[in-house]
């Protein structure tokens, strides 16, 4: 794997994880560590915003009812049917 391929396969996983943050409603709880070395690969200010970011252990504005987490209804595409059991 050349930097190349490794710095766009961060990239589009990167992409990946926050839309799927957002199609969840947790995105205020995503924290990326991204690698130092993506400078060049992805926008600075987007590196930037994350590499310095405090870590979960750090968030100190939680409350306990907050930080619980949260019941998560799946997702289900198009295709699929839910199963339900009585």
Known sequence: MTKSSWGECFKRQWNDIEVAAKEVGCEDRL?????PELKGYVEEAKI????YKPTVEKWNSLTASESKAKFIQPVLNKSQTAITTS
């Open 31 to 35: 924290h990326i560590w991204p690698d």
């Open 48 to 51: 930037a915003h994350w590499l």
